[in-house]
């Protein structure tokens, strides 16, 4: 089982970054080897919506069915593939803090089923983490709010 997790700071309410965040159509905007993200069930998202992702991954176009398995309002949305490789568990956190919001990402992948995946391991953990750490400064600089000009 492969996990890596990373959070951000972001200077805005809870609301704004978990109206963002949540909504799995907005995915392409923030991780970057996301092309599309479709619902395949009716909105509003909660227990139960189902999601097609489809993500370059290792120069691979993959089309991976996920399925909302926790959802808790301006707190937390999880979500996991229900076919594909890699069982993926995907989850997304998100707490008020001074100054605005602690947004947490958080990916598990069983790679124990798939013998490529088994040897490279190791260095597929490695790549995600830089790869959440890398992404999760997209929606900072989305939601926070620019800074007054300054004039002198």
């Known amino acids: 089982m492969?996990?890596?997790?990373?959070?951000?700071?972001?200077?805005?309410?809870?609301?704004?970054?978990?109206?963002?965040?949540?909504?799995?159509?907005n995915d392409p905007q923030w991780r970057d080897e996301v092309q599309q993200m479709r619902y395949t069930s009716d909105p509003p998202v909660g227990v139960g919506t189902q999601v097609a992702e489809t993500a370059r991954i290792l120069g691979q176009t993959l089309e991976t069915p996920t399925v909302t398995t926790d959802y808790e309002p301006n707190r937390r949305v999880a979500a996991k593939s229900t076919s594909g490789p890699v069982p993926i568990v995907a989850s997304r956190d998100f707490e008020?803090?001074?100054?605005?919001?602690?947004?947490?990402?958080?990916?598990?992948?069983?790679?124990?089923?798939?013998?490529?995946?088994?040897?490279m391991g190791p260095i597929l953990t490695r790549l995600y983490q830089k790869r959440i750490e890398s992404y999760l400064g997209t929606p900072k600089g989305i939601l926070e709010p620019e800074p007054a000009a300054t004039t002198g």
């Open 2 to 25: 492969s996990k890596n997790r990373h959070s951000v700071v972001i200077a805005a309410p809870v609301e704004q970054v978990f109206a963002f965040a949540a909504d799995f159509e």
């Open 96 to 119: 008020p803090v001074p100054g605005g919001t602690r947004f947490t990402y958080t990916l598990q992948g069983d790679t124990s089923g798939v013998l490529l995946f088994r040897l």
